[in-house]
């Protein structure tokens, strides 16, 4: 008989000649594994619907905000909706982006050179496609126009309104170019030129204090932009650093959810005023059920609230010191229904404004 045995290493198991690291192997295979929880549709289904909803608003919100109120319908309302919400959710996405890029440079250790890839420019030449339509509806008398002829370039010219599509256009065409620079951040410059643009048309010289109008339209879209377009491009670096840099994100997510704070309560009291001013105080109420304008006001206003909420149970999440990544379920609801809201604020330039009384 030979007297030769299995060979073991020093780590193995002298029993059966096994090394020890092949036993634990196949008993972890042997082993019955822990039932992995499926993650649920709900949350899924509820962006979905969410966003199915925002794109339905142009289209079926000016008929559904105008039913029974006696208003005229002013004609291409939702043409100009559309275009405008195009215009807001491009200043969103690029403005968030310059935002949250500069809040990510505070976070020790952030990969920045793994950043996802920015949508700045495709959102810069997208608001400046709507912008051109704008101007179209402006160069053809604030009406849709139906064939080339219908335009008349000298009213861009000639009418204060015409001037600031211009600029809207030029501005997008300027941020279009500083996104694909090196310097991206660069873009906030002529995305500031689009937002004044706006509070000014938003607010013509023959209403009462113009100015005051416009200042507090400046302050609540600017932070309503970093707020929205801020948040989407927080949940993109979620997702693109989840396993490289989980605490590098939720780092940014932190920065984020502090700013956002600040951005909510400004957005809030502009909103008040803002309201006050279309709507006198004994007459809110009212306006409220009986107007388009005040419609779509309520509307925005119960999604505000939502959103809200899920912020509040993202922030809550994101404090606990277990699964912090959780705070992206949330965040992905809130970002989908202040998506809605873009589209609701689009549709409160296109219908008629409130009689003051």
Same mark, same amino acid.
């Given at each position: 008989m030979s007297s030769i045995r299995p060979s073991v290493e020093p780590a193995g198991?002298?029993?059966?000649?096994?090394?020890?690291?092949?036993?634990?192997?196949?008993?972890?295979?042997?082993?019955?594994?822990?039932?992995?929880?499926?993650?649920?549709?709900?949350?899924? @289904?509820?962006?979905? @619907?969410?966003?199915?909803?925002?794109?339905?608003?142009?289209?079926? &919100?000016?008929?559904?905000? !105008?039913?029974g109120t006696g208003e005229a319908r002013a004609p291409g309302t939702g043409g100009v909706t559309l275009l405008r919400a195009v215009v807001f959710g491009a200043l969103c996405v690029q403005l968030g982006e310059v935002f949250v890029a500069r809040l990510a440079r505070r976070v020790p250790g952030a990969p920045l050179d793994r950043a996802p890839r920015g949508w700045g420019a495709y959102a810069a030449w997208a608001g400046c496609a709507a912008a051109l339509g704008l101007a179209a509806v402006v160069a053809n008398g604030n009406v849709v126009p139906q064939?080339?002829?219908?335009?008349?370039?000298?009213?861009?010219?000639?009418?204060?309104?015409?001037? !600031?599509?211009?600029?809207?256009?030029?501005?997008?065409l300027a941020a279009a170019v500083c996104a694909r620079s090196r310097r991206p951040s660069a873009a906030a410059l002529p995305l500031a030129? @689009?937002? @004044?643009?706006?509070?000014?048309?938003?607010?013509?010289?023959?209403?009462?204090?113009?100015?005051?109008?416009? &200042?507090?339209?400046l302050v609540h879209l600017t932070c309503g932009a970093l707020w929205a377009g801020g948040l989407l491009y927080v949940l993109r670096i979620l997702r693109r650093w989840r396993i490289t840099a989980p605490e590098e994100s939720v780092a940014v997510l932190g920065l984020y959810a502090r700013g956002a704070a600040v951005l909510f309560a400004a957005i809030t009291v502009t909103g008040v005023f803002s309201t006050l001013r279309r709507m006198p105080p004994g007459t809110v109420m009212e306006q409220l059920t009986e107007t388009a304008y005040g419609r779509t006001l309520l509307a925005k206003l119960l999604l505000v609230a939502v959103v809200a909420v899920l912020a509040l149970l993202a922030r809550r999440r994101l404090r606990g010191t277990a699964g912090r990544l959780g705070a992206y379920a949330p965040a992905r609801g809130e970002v989908a229904a202040l998506g809605v809201v873009v589209v609701l604020s689009a549709l409160l330039t296109a219908v008629p404004v409130p009689i003051r009384w």
């Open positions: 198991d002298a029993t059966n000649g096994i090394p020890r690291t092949t036993a634990a192997a196949s008993a972890a295979s042997i082993a019955p594994s822990a039932p992995r929880r499926r993650p649920s549709a709900g949350p899924a @289904v509820a962006v979905l @619907v969410l966003v199915a909803v925002a794109a339905l608003i142009p289209l079926l &919100g000016p008929s559904v905000a !105008l039913r064939q080339l002829a219908d335009l008349d370039i000298g009213r861009l010219h000639d009418s204060r309104d015409g001037w !600031l599509a211009l600029v809207e256009v030029n501005a997008f030129a @689009v937002i @004044v643009a706006e509070a000014l048309r938003a607010h013509p010289p023959t209403e009462d204090f113009p100015l005051a109008g416009s &200042g507090l339209t």
